[in-house]
């Protein structure tokens, strides 16, 4: 859809605000509006904005970044081919967007622009990579903290996992939330109550990958935005309840030729169901692992969910249909098994950047096709069980147990610091470095709070 089509479009719908969004380096997403009689113009200008906020943290505060402070200006370019109106907020459109130069050059430190770099490298090589985020989050209401602490989230019931009274207790929301992502393009696949008490789980179909990023700021924007209208609050965070099972948001991908003809991670030959690029792949995401998680699990409280036992995976292996295992090959469905092969990460949630981590997990997997890397044995069973000399034997490691562990593996990392560039890792890690540094004063409250409460 072009310019002309989109302003089309939004006054035959009576868009009167249309919201341009972004994902910074924290995984906010935010943004600024344009009106209907500017949009236009707008579209093909940008929005002015202050470099500085791709050195904001989720708390608001400004991290010292050369070239990402307050002198500089950017703009904040929409994608006319994500237009949608939003079908919770009536009067209102929405765009994802580029943050891009004032001579229209691609930002050093923009995130979409990261993983367009990051598709681009794969058509390079032939290739083009299908993904969908699988969200969980948990509904409930945001209540006063005891004594006078900050706010928690109170979930909205205590069903059992997959229980039909999860079902009932949510039907509303759930149908809400079903119909208003269709409406905006979106293609809901799956539905139920998750194992946490109020968490809910509602997947959307695979798409190209610069899409499939595209799809999860909408789709993060809609959960919360129908929660608050019936007087809810939806929370995507790792954990906003301490002492609940977390929320995940485990990426799906394969790897497709070019044209779209052929799943390149198919193999029927195989034991399970696997190629030889398969397996590369997995042997590339698992040699990133420890820095890749700086991207995929990309919070302080990330890190509370990503423990032995609570099927998030907490040990760098892989497996058939292992969901302790950091990577999943997942069982393929019986009516199309050459296309729905597919592998599953993990240690993955919605306080993440989608762009960035997706970027990151192509290059990551793409490293690994490149030099052939090997993965290893397949790990059939909960790597926890294992004696220290069996994991050391099958080269299955402990995953990071901190962002601080993260982002130093990152720092060690000279592919994934590379393919950042210079502006954007300096940014990334001031970022979540004074995350560490104000989280690390507070207790779990104050942490789950601020976490619950933007994401």
């Given at each position: 859809m072009g310019e002309q089509r989109v302003v089309e479009r939004a006054t035959v719908e009576n868009a009167e605000l249309i919201r341009f969004l972004y994902a910074d380096h924290d995984g906010v997403i935010r943004?600024?509006?344009?009106?209907?009689?500017?949009?236009?113009?707008r579209m093909r200008s940008g929005i002015g904005h202050t470099v500085g906020m791709m050195a904001m943290s989720m708390l608001d505060l400004l991290q010292p970044v050369e070239g990402a402070g307050p002198v500089g200006e950017v703009r904040i370019v929409p994608d006319p081919s994500t237009f949608t109106m939003l079908p919770y907020a009536p009067g209102a459109a929405a765009m994802c967007a580029d943050l891009v130069r004032l001579d229209g050059?691609?930002?050093?430190?923009?995130?979409?622009?990261?993983?367009?770099?990051?598709?681009?490298?794969?058509?390079?090589?032939?290739?083009?990579?299908?993904?969908?985020?699988?969200p969980e989050f948990t509904l409930g209401r945001r209540v006063p903290g005891p004594a006078g602490g900050p706010d928690r989230l109170e979930p909205l019931d205590d069903s059992a996992c997959y229980s039909a009274t999860g079902f009932h207790l949510a039907h509303e929301f759930a149908l809400d939330l079903v119909r208003a992502l269709q409406a905006q393009g979106l293609e809901p696949?799956?539905?139920?109550?998750?194992?946490?008490h109020g968490q809910q789980e509602l997947s959307v179909r695979h798409a190209p990958a610069l899409r499939a990023a595209d799809n999860h700021v909408l789709y993060r924007e809609t959960v919360r935005a129908l929660a608050?209208?019936?007087?809810?609050?939806?929370?995507?965070?790792?954990?906003?309840?301490?002492?609940?099972?977390?929320?995940?948001?485990?990426?799906?991908?394969?790897?497709?030729?070019?044209?779209?003809?052929r799943n390149l991670f198919h193999d029927g030959g195989d034991p399970h169901g696997l190629s030889e690029t398969g397996y590369h792949f997995i042997g590339g995401l698992l040699a990133h692992l420890p820095a890749l998680m700086a991207f995929t699990a990309a919070t302080v409280n990330s890190y509370r969910r990503l423990v032995p036992g609570a099927w998030s995976?907490?040990?760098?292996?892989?497996?058939m249909d292992n969901r302790e295992a950091?990577?999943?090959?997942?069982?393929?469905?019986?009516?199309?098994?050459?296309?729905?092969?597919?592998?599953?990460?993990?240690?993955s949630d919605s306080g993440a950047n989608p762009y960035l981590a997706l970027g990151a997990y192509i290059h990551a997997g793409l490293d690994g096709v490149r030099n052939r890397t090997d993965p290893g044995e397949a790990v059939g069973v909960d790597p926890a069980t294992l004696t220290d000399e069996?994991?050391?034997?099958?080269?299955?490691?402990?995953?990071?147990?901190?962002?601080?562990?993260?982002?130093?593996?990152?720092?060690?990392?000279?592919?994934?610091?590379?393919?950042?560039?210079p502006l954007r890792r300096e940014a990334y890690l001031a970022v979540k470095r004074s995350d560490i540094a104000e989280f690390a004063g507070h207790d779990a409250a104050f942490e789950c709070f601020h976490h619950f409460a933007r994401f």
């Open positions: 943004g600024k509006a344009t009106t209907l009689t500017r949009l236009g113009q050059r691609p930002w050093e430190a923009c995130a979409r622009t990261f993983l367009k770099d990051a598709v681009a490298e794969l058509a390079a090589d032939g290739t083009a990579l299908r993904a969908a985020f699988e696949e799956l539905y139920y109550p998750e194992y946490g608050f209208q019936r007087g809810l609050w939806a929370s995507m965070a790792a954990k906003p309840i301490p002492d609940q099972i977390g929320n995940g948001c485990h990426l799906h991908a394969s790897l497709w030729s070019l044209d779209g003809s995976s907490a040990y760098a292996c892989y497996g950091a990577v999943r090959i997942c069982s393929p469905m019986g009516d199309d098994v050459a296309g729905s092969t597919n592998l599953e990460l993990k240690p069996e994991r050391e034997r099958r080269g299955v490691r402990r995953l990071p147990v901190s962002l601080e562990e993260a982002l130093d593996a990152l720092e060690g990392d000279p592919l994934l610091m590379d393919a950042l560039g």
